[in-house]
């Protein structure tokens, strides 16, 4: 393959024999033992099989591309032309990267996935613009970085507060920032760090970034992501969006004292332990969430995007809790079940909720935890149609 890319991460660029290999000796590993281990060789196998999947989805949609006349560009030099296999094996190999980049975008992880698709066929009709030598990744990134922005342009949509509630019922503060098309992202998803990768002063997911992100006009967005992310130069910037380097240099001076104003003051998102995530999920299971407050800080978000309901503190919190944990209470929807999981970097827990008169738990909600201090500042519960990005059942 005469397309190469010196910023790929380790292992080099992927091609459909090596991962029919893969799945060839995964398979023939296999054997009726162990249950565990059959389990995680079924597994690994299982994601190999999903890669394979993807590169011949995408080379199926370039075939079908190009048999549909929307254009046939010029293959350019014998060593740029791909047949649709070859380059869909080639895109599989930053697939995670441009997936990250769509969903700092966007903040949606359906949306990302929606616009890795059509980056990729972009890539492909677009595939004689590629320069030899270039990086595929940056190459990749502009298609990508254009996508986003004409979705964004399509849509239109803005964050807005939440609704104010009645302080007996949210606790106290202000409402917070609300995202309804925010979306957790799965830590398994993330790209391999590479040697040389740059890593900028908001390359984390962190959920309070994302939604920082959410504020910035898009073009401001873009170039913040582009220049303190992914650290392009400012000239690499200014062609991914076809603007000047003046403009872009503008754009940041607006973007950077914007988005610091608009992140929680001094908090920083802290490593957690098991420990903290496996206490969390026994008192979420716990009858009683009275556990569960002292993992609780004084002022912690409870959050439910696209729900509007919010609780600000730990007693507002627990009080919205409480008749859900009650088999007494009228409001007790049955017992819940938690699985540990990692989403943004931060500690996660799958819900599960098995209704009266049922044997069966069923996904209820995904519980993004930030930590400080040791205790949790701030939960956002998702809806569960992600979990098996996370690698979490749909029922137990």
């Known amino acids: 393959m005469a397309w190469t890319d010196a910023g790929s991460r380790p292992g080099g660029e992927v091609t459909v024999e090596d991962l029919i290999d893969d799945i060839g000796r995964g398979a023939a590993a296999l054997t009726p033992g162990e249950p565990a281990a059959l389990y995680a060789g079924v597994a690994e196998l299982t994601a190999s099989v999903d890669r394979l999947r993807r590169v011949a989805r995408t080379a199926r949609d370039a075939a079908a591309d190009d048999n549909q006349g929307y254009g046939e560009p010029d293959a350019g030099p014998p060593e740029l032309a791909l047949p649709e ?15 990250v980049h769509c969903y700092r975008m966007t903040g949606s992880y359906d949306d990302a996935e929606d616009l890795v698709r059509e980056t990729f066929l972009r890539a492909w009709r677009a595939r004689d613009t590629f320069r030899a030598g270039a990086s595929v990744r940056t190459w990749l990134y502009r298609i990508a970085t254009n996508a986003c922005l004409d979705l ?14 009645p302080a007996a019922v949210r606790g106290g503060g202000v409402p917070p920032a609300r995202v309804t098309w925010l979306q957790p992202y799965p830590d398994d998803e993330l790209p391999r760090a590479a040697a040389g ?55 940041l001076q607006r973007a950077r004292p914007a988005l610091r104003d608009l992140l929680p003051g001094g908090r920083t998102q802290e490593p957690a332990g098991a420990g903290l995530l496996t206490r969390y999920t026994a008192a979420a299971e716990a009858p009683d969430p009275a556990a569960l407050g ?6 912690v978000l409870l959050t439910a995007p696209p729900n509007p309901s919010w609780r600000r503190g730990r007693d507002a919190v627990l009080a919205f809790l409480r008749p859900s944990r009650d088999p007494a209470s009228a409001a007790f929807p049955g017992h819940f079940r938690q699985l ?12 599960y909720l098995r209704a009266p008169g049922t044997n069966v738990h069923r996904a209820q909600s995904l519980d993004v935890l930030r930590v400080e201090d040791g205790r949790i500042v701030e939960i956002t519960s998702f809806e569960p149609h992600l979990f098996p990005a996370f690698g979490l059942p749909l029922r137990l």
């Open 85 to 99: 296999a070859a380059f869909a094996a080639l895109t599989e190999t930053h697939r995670r990267t441009v997936l």
């Open 152 to 165: 964004l342009r399509r849509t239109a949509r803005r964050p807005h507060d939440y609704e104010p509630l």
């Open 197 to 251: 990768d740059p890593v900028g002063p908001y390359a984390t997911l962190e959920l309070p970034l994302l939604v920082a992100l959410q504020h910035l006009p898009p073009r401001q967005r873009a170039a913040l992501i582009l220049r303190d992310v992914l650290g392009l130069s400012l000239g690499e910037s200014a062609e991914t969006l076809d603007l000047t380097p003046v403009s872009v240099d503008s754009a």
């Open 294 to 299: 002292a993992l609780l800080a004084d002022d």
């Open 340 to 351: 540990p999981a990692r989403a943004n970097g931060q500690p996660a827990a799958g819900s």
